[in-house]
């Protein structure tokens, strides 16, 4: 194939994509910036990027590419579909797996905002939005811990001294 006989390459495994064919493009403004712009033949090579680019959350999104003819011709807007792959569903590689089956086990448990205005008020830095995932897993963690100890401890509450404990990696004593 040469560069004339397909519209782009895809990003991942570099087939080309034809003209007036069918191709995605990942949800994440970042990956559709001019300069990175990232093209998929299939939602299979979409995913395949996922756990690289460290998107919290992500789809595919259906799109057709122009025509030669249309090329030149000024853009209409087109349907965007949206394609969920099951990887963008399931949880990060370092988060335990939990028996409820609760899709909300995997919410953000911090208030972005907060945690931005207390780093900016207290260092003058920024915050990525990234530090939510492994900050809101470490939570996590850290409440199934203390989870651990009250019930050791023959609780039906979790008390401020379950989560020290679970902090310092240890049970708290009653």
């Given amino acids: 194939m040469n560069q004339a006989s397909y519209f782009k390459l895809c990003s991942t495994c570099k087939v080309g994509i ?5 191709y995605y493009k990942c949800s994440v403004s970042t990956c559709n910036k001019k300069a990175t712009a990232l093209y998929f033949c ?3 090579c979409w ?3 996922v756990p690289d680019a460290k998107h919290r959350d992500a789809w595919a999104e259906e799109e057709r590419a122009p025509s030669v003819d249309e090329l030149d011709a000024p853009s209409t807007s087109a349907t965007v579909r949206r394609v969920v ?3 963008s569903t399931a949880s990060p590689p370092h988060a335990e797996a939990t028996t409820s089956g609760d899709e909300s086990t995997q919410d953000v448990l911090i208030v972005m905002s907060k945690l931005k ?5 207290t260092s003058d830095l920024r915050t990525s939005d990234g530090v939510a995932e492994p900050l809101s897993d470490h939570v996590r963690f850290i409440c199934r811990a203390a989870v651990d100890s009250a019930r050791q401890n023959g609780r039906g509450t979790v008390l401020d001294r379950d989560i020290e404990a679970a902090i310092l990696g240890t049970t708290a004593k009653d």
């Fill in 117 to 121: 205005g207390y780093i900016k008020a």
């Fill in 42 to 44: 299939s939602v299979p």
């Fill in 85 to 87: 792959s099951a990887r």
């Fill in 47 to 49: 995913d395949a990027h």
């Fill in 18 to 22: 034809p003209y007036a064919g069918k």
